[in-house]
């Protein structure tokens, strides 16, 4: 039978192995409407490396990839950078069916691996620094913790001016385009804002001081090559850009307006705080979440500077759908965001202050009062609702300027 999954070639020495599922639409609460890639490559040095698996369903996928370069008995040495289970998940299969000399993986990454496969293989830990001879070829390895588990490291090739990034720069997107310059810039920057923002966005500090340590590294890079989506040939200047930009979260004239409401009421005061924001110069994101998933707010989110957010009352509580996004948004750690709490309720009214009490705890700066209303907000209401947009972008302006 004919092979229908092809390598494809990255550089002179290193293929694509990976697997595309078309199909995969939740990554642990971040919605992937488009689906993703697991990334991984084989580098055909004298003693040929597989870096990173993919995700167990793949596994023959893979196979059949680094079948049509070589006979995977062949491989001497498998690395893995990062062993969450879509990269790792078929590890001790891929270990089974290709008996490497030896498996690869950070201090951190040996232990979780034998952790996550408590008979697994015994896997060689490498230090920050280490240099891993293949032969007529090196890899060397840079530890980045917490970007985005605590296993996590960078390889690189110098023969080839490739780093293997592991899940940093790497966007969810399924797609036969395997080279980011093959993809329209919209879509690159707006998957890769995605996935920065449900991702890595809580480790913003730490990318940082990763991107000062790669520079200092001094090495030379052509491509980076992630393990979720297409690989970077091309404006590499333009993403390294872009996760400066985002690791530092410096606030935009943008206000997000998060609220979820039952009968239209809270709704409506979301409507005017928006309306006054956008007339004083703000750009303004409405969002419902009985319609939004929590993965786009935090999109909307990565670059505004004020935070909005309101809910009716339902049993003394806020209600389900803003409690989710709020959770969600607190674990992401946003910074360097202004907010303002407001809502509806019928009897008991407790929404607009846990709100508030958790904007606190967000360490987001509430810099006006909440407005609350029983029931219908009326003309009265709604002009203190605008009052409140005023207030925030009156604060926002005079913190960015303009």
Request: glycine letters at 6%; a neutral charge; aromatic letters at 6%.
């Given at each position: 039978m004919e092979n229908i999954y092809n390598a494809i070639k990255v550089s002179e020495h290193v293929y694509w192995v990976g697997a595309i599922d078309w199909t995969v639409r939740d990554f642990h609460g971040y919605t992937t409407p488009h689906g993703s890639?697991?990334?991984?490559?084989?580098?055909m040095a004298e003693n040929i490396t597989l870096i990173d698996t993919v995700k167990a369903p793949f596994l023959d996928e893979m196979m059949a990839r680094i079948k049509s370069v070589v006979d995977p008995a062949?491989?001497?040495?498998?690395?893995?950078?990062?062993?969450?289970?879509?990269?790792?998940?078929?590890?001790p299969q891929a270990i089974n069916l290709i008996k490497p000399e030896k498996v690869f993986a950070s201090t951190v990454g040996a232990k979780t691996l034998k952790e996550h496969f408590h008979d697994i293989s015994a896997i060689i830990p490498v230090k920050d620094g280490e240099v891993l001879s293949l032969g007529n070829m090196e890899l060397r390895f840079m530890e980045t913790r917490m970007i985005h588990w605590p296993d996590s490291m960078f390889s690189y090739l110098p023969a080839d001016e490739l780093l293997f990034s592991q899940d940093a720069f790497g966007m969810h997107l399924a797609t036969l385009e395997r080279f980011a310059d093959e993809i329209p810039w919209a879509t690159l920057e707006y998957e890769e804002a995605t996935y920065y923002a449900n991702i890595v966005l809580p480790y913003s500090p730490i990318v940082l001081k990763a991107l000062q340590k790669l520079t200092a590294t001094g090495w030379p890079i052509k491509i980076i090559a992630p393990d979720h989506g297409p690989i970077w040939r091309q404006d590499l200047d333009k993403i390294l850009a872009l996760y400066q930009k985002w690791a530092t979260q410096m606030p935009e004239k943008k206000a997000v307006v998060v609220y979820a409401t039952m009968w239209h009421s809270t709704e409506?005061?979301?409507?005017?705080?928006?309306?006054?924001?956008?007339?004083?110069?703000?750009?303004?994101?409405?969002?419902?979440m009985n319609e939004f998933h929590r993965s786009e707010v935090v999109y909307e989110v990565l670059n505004a500077g004020a935070l909005i957010v309101g809910s009716s009352t339902l049993n003394n509580n806020i209600l389900p759908q803003m409690a989710d996004v709020m959770t969600y948004l607190k674990g992401l750690k946003p910074a360097n965001l202004i907010g303002a709490a407001f809502g509806s309720y019928g009897w008991s009214g407790e929404a607009v202050g846990d709100l508030q009490e958790i904007l606190k705890a967000m360490k987001i700066e509430i810099v006006t009062e909440p407005v609350k209303v029983k029931n219908v907000p009326d003309e009265a209401v709604l002009l203190q609702c605008r009052e409140m947009g005023k207030k925030v972008a009156a604060e926002l302006k005079k913190r960015i300027g303009g």
């Open positions: 890639t697991y990334n991984a490559y084989l580098v062949k491989i001497k040495y498998i690395v893995s950078n990062h062993s969450e289970m879509d990269h790792s998940g078929c590890l409506k005061m979301a409507e005017a705080i928006g309306e006054a924001l956008a007339e004083a110069g703000i750009r303004v994101k409405l969002m419902s």
